[in-house]
């Protein structure tokens, strides 16, 4: 009962963050663009649909071919698009479903590796958590992405732990599903799955080792037959683009990329204010507690899944807050362990102490949640914006059409069936635009340069900003 409460109250959370009007920049709005373009093909991810000037393909603000990211949050988002319509929310609902199912995800996992009561702890704090309320409403970078990630992680831990217990085939294929799923999400830090697999089937003591080989074998040929078919389909059909992005993601280990750097304590310090303030306590018990006795296999599986991430991506030389968020349900269980442990001292004398310590851990993730959901924060301006671009959806644009001098081209694009582009191309290229039928509209929100303004055929409209 406790368990379905919390479920729901989650839920209700993430329905709430996910309720703004608008696209979010950093970086939803381009997700939703390549979801919607997906509809009409599947296979060819792409973010200009009709790309009608010359671009840059490195350009993932910008290009058409977009291999920026892994496809299935994509598909899932294009899913959700066909099925529901062109909107925000259904842009958002695969990470509302997703992020809420992760709930009893983490209360499954917790069960399993420690107690029940250890698994509502965590199961509350995964449903109140300030980030992934944030990440699962589009409002800050990497958004979708890393919800579907995290989901796909937490399923194959799930599958690996039930397949732990009852040794059926079935199981361990559908760990390999789910982590196939991950890599297909984000790539190879899914395989931390892997070690995590291995220590389960070694707890359960339920598998020789030439079984254990046999079926890591299984696991390894299900993984791949679910994510290297797009890897060779990416690099057959679009293989500048594929190399490139191949290339770009390796440089994100090397080189600080677009800006995103920290110093290797990065991540030490964003769990302070990503899981709350006090988490150094937990982890610092649980180290300790590890150390005392570290043949407890179960333990090592949260010391792998919540440790090995933070230390290699502290390693990289590009951060970013959500790159570990698929840990974060072992830093909750963890979390959730250490407060029972406090619960279950027999000092009397320093009882008050600790049980104060239990409070500010459960209630300071609160005030995180809060000042991330900004209730009572006042309408964005980013609202009139796209009011304004979904008045212009009853003008019928066509993909015939284009839009010139729009500062939000990808928004436009997202509501509009038209090409849009930020600036102004030269007189030949907007010439021959209309030499092709196409229908040059610009926007007329600020100075138009007057050889651009003279030329027959062209159209101007006003956005209203």
Not at 197 to 209: A, H, I, M, P, R
């Amino acid at each position: 009962m406790v368990l379905f409460f919390i479920i729901i109250c989650g839920f209700g959370l993430r329905v709430f963050i996910s309720s703004d009007p608008f696209l979010h920049d950093w970086d939803e709005k381009y997700h939703a663009l390549v979801g919607k373009n997906l509809i009409s093909n599947p296979f060819k991810p792409t973010l200009y649909l009709n790309p009608l000037l010359p671009y840059d393909l490195k350009n993932w603000t910008s290009n058409h071919i977009w291999l920026h990211k892994q496809p299935m949050s994509l598909w899932l988002i294009s899913l959700s698009l066909k099925t529901f319509g062109i909107s925000e929310f259904a842009v958002r609902i695969p990470s509302i479903l997703l992020s809420t199912i992760c709930i009893w995800m983490t209360f499954f996992i917790a069960s399993a590796l420690i107690n029940k009561k250890v698994a509502v702890l965590a199961a509350y704090l995964v449903s109140i958590n300030g980030l992934v309320l944030e990440l699962t409403g589009g409002r800050v970078a990497t958004d979708h992405i890393d919800i579907v990630f995290l989901f796909f992680i937490e399923l194959s831990i799930v599958f690996s732990i039930i397949f732990s217990r009852n040794s059926k085939y079935l199981f361990n294929i559908l760990t390999g599903i789910s982590i196939g799923a991950a890599v297909l999400t984000k790539w190879l830090p899914a395989l931390i799955v892997l070690p995590v697999w291995l220590l389960l089937l070694f707890d359960s003591k339920k598998f020789t080792v030439t079984a254990l080989i046999k079926h890591f074998s299984i696991l390894l040929l299900v993984v791949a037959t679910v994510c290297v078919p797009w890897q060779i389909y990416i690099h057959s059909v679009f293989p500048k683009e594929a190399f490139w992005e191949t290339t770009f993601n390796l440089k994100h280990f090397t080189e600080v990329i677009e800006n995103q750097s920290g110093s290797y304590l990065y991540f030490i310090n964003k769990i302070r204010i990503n899981y709350g303030e006090l988490i150094y306590l937990p982890l610092l018990w649980f180290l300790i507690d590890w150390f005392k006795n570290p043949y407890r296999l179960k333990r090592l599986v949260l010391l792998v899944w919540g440790f090995a991430p933070i230390v290699f991506f502290s390693i990289a030389k590009t951060k970013m807050q959500a790159y570990i968020l698929f840990v974060c349900p072992a830093l909750f269980i963890i979390t959730a362990d250490f407060c029972q442990y406090l619960i279950q001292l027999d000092n009397t004398k320093f009882k008050w102490g600790f049980n104060f310590i239990i409070i500010l851990i459960l209630i300071t993730p609160i005030r995180y949640s809060m000042e991330r959901l900004k209730p009572f924060e006042k309408d964005n301006p980013k609202n009139a914006i796209t009011s304004s671009i979904l008045l212009l959806k009853s003008s019928n644009f066509t993909n015939k059409d284009v839009l010139l001098n729009c500062n939000y081209p990808v928004e436009m694009m997202f509501y509009n069936n038209l090409t849009a582009y930020k600036g102004f191309p030269n007189v030949n290229a907007i010439e021959d635009l209309l030499k092709k039928g196409y229908r040059v509209y610009i926007n007329n929100h600020d100075k138009i340069p007057l050889e651009i303004e003279k030329i027959k055929g062209v159209r101007l409209i006003d956005l209203g900003y």
